[in-house]
């Protein structure tokens, strides 16, 4: 059922107050590249991954990454660089959305709570990563791997972009804003974002 944002627990109110204060952190700090800084957007960002983010050989290119990508870089060149960097862990979709979104907030995050709700209630149709259960069709045979997320990158984009100019979507950033007013500056894409996590 889709996300009535009136119809949200205090303790899920609780659970974006608490991410806020981390993300405030992290688009503050993002640029100092210190411990502190990588060990808060590890605990907000990466906790899932920690078997592949907790090693060296990893984290330091994904936090140089970070350091060296721009605002308008192109999603699919960060995946692929970060590919090159980080070999025997394939296409890192979510972790390169996570990384974009810290130089650029209005761009959104691929994760796996985003694409469930997405899937299951906005029947926006995704083809990377599928498992059972998934809703919409899978991808046509012989599809690769980089053709599957730049199919699902242009439907995530194209639903925040019809989503932003919705009624819904002015009532979901009313709430938001109601709620959370020492946070209002944060992009509307990330106060979805925020409601969708804390929701599902």
Same mark, same amino acid.
């Given at each position: 059922? =889709?996300?009535? &944002?009136?119809?949200?627990? =205090?303790?899920? #109110?609780?659970?974006?107050?608490?991410?806020?204060?981390?993300?405030?952190?992290?688009?503050?700090?993002?640029?100092?590249?210190?411990?502190?800084?990588?060990? &808060?957007?590890?605990?907000?960002?990466?906790?899932?991954?920690?078997? &592949?983010?907790?090693?060296?050989?990893?984290?330091?290119?994904?936090?140089?990454?970070?350091?060296?990508?721009?605002?308008?870089?192109?999603?699919?060149?960060?995946?692929?660089?970060?590919?090159?960097?980080?070999?025997?862990?394939?296409?890192?979709?979510?972790?390169?959305?996570?990384?974009?979104?810290?130089?650029?907030?209005?761009?959104?995050?691929?994760?796996?709570?985003?694409?469930?709700?997405?899937?299951?209630?906005?029947? &926006?149709?995704?083809?990377?990563?599928?498992?059972?259960?998934?809703?919409?069709?899978?991808?046509?045979?012989?599809?690769?791997?980089?053709? #599957?997320?730049?199919?699902?990158?242009?439907?995530?984009?194209?639903?925040?972009?019809?989503?932003?100019?919705?009624?819904?979507?002015?009532?979901?950033?009313?709430?938001?804003?109601?709620?959370?007013?020492?946070?209002?500056?944060?992009?509307?894409?990330?106060?979805?974002?925020?409601?969708?996590?804390?929701?599902?």
């Amino acid at each position: 059922m =889709p996300i009535e &944002v009136n119809s949200i627990t =205090p303790r899920q #109110k609780l659970t974006i107050n608490i991410g806020l204060c981390e993300y405030q952190y992290i688009m503050e700090n993002w640029q100092t590249n210190s411990e502190d800084f990588k060990a &808060v957007f590890y605990d907000f960002y990466l906790k899932a991954r920690w078997s &592949v983010m907790t090693k060296p050989s990893n984290s330091i290119p994904y936090f140089k990454k970070l350091q060296s990508i721009s605002p308008t870089d192109d999603l699919i060149d960060i995946i692929s660089d970060l590919k090159e960097e980080m070999g025997q862990h394939g296409f890192e979709f979510s972790l390169s959305s996570k990384l974009l979104h810290t130089r650029n907030p209005s761009s959104p995050i691929y994760d796996s709570k985003i694409r469930e709700y997405l899937s299951k209630e906005e029947k &926006v149709e995704f083809w990377w990563g599928r498992s059972k259960g998934m809703y919409g069709s899978p991808a046509p045979r012989g599809t690769s791997e980089c053709e #599957k997320i730049r199919h699902d990158w242009i439907n995530l984009c194209q639903w925040y972009n019809q989503f932003l100019s919705s009624k819904r979507c002015k009532e979901w950033i009313n709430w938001f804003d109601d709620n959370f007013q020492n946070h209002t500056t944060i992009s509307d894409v990330k106060k979805i974002d925020f409601i969708i996590f804390a929701s599902t």
